[in-house]
Nanobody, 113 residues
Framework: QVQLVESGGGLVQPGGSLRLSCVVS????????MNWVRQAPGKGLERVSR????????TYADSVKGRFTTSRDNAKNTLYLQMNDLKPEDTAVYYC??????RGQGTQVTVSS
């Protein structure tokens, strides 16, 4: 079955960095565009980034442009999100998500001093 397992979240001070990972199984990862989405407390899901199956095309939400970088390693079935210059408003549960809407369990990112 399809599985997505996120990791790498935690508590970080404003201005800090984190790198999230998402290991997937159960589908052909190298053929699949992927997304990072997040849900802040009391808010709906927001797409943070989208990456094409080859990694050649990547788009970002305006709120994270210039600070977050998405990449993928198709040989390792792994999606990454490098987050720099984190801000309190980045606090959320972060999920990797297929284009079909399947998500993992998420990883909590908390940005606070």
């Amino acid at each position: 079955q399809v599985q997505l397992v996120e990791s790498g979240g935690g508590l970080v001070q404003p201005g800090g960095s984190l790198r999230l990972s998402c290991v997937v199984s159960g589908f052909i990862f190298e053929a699949s565009p992927m997304n990072w989405v997040r849900q802040a407390p009391g808010k709906g899901l927001e797409r943070v980034s989208r990456i094409s199956n080859t990694g050649g095309t990547i788009t970002y939400a305006d709120s994270v442009k210039g600070r977050f970088t998405t990449s993928r390693d198709n040989a390792k079935n792994t999606l990454y999100l490098q987050m720099n210059d984190l801000k309190p408003e980045d606090t959320a549960v972060y999920y990797c998500q297929t284009n079909g809407g399947t998500r993992g369990q998420g990883t909590q990112v908390t940005v606070s001093s």
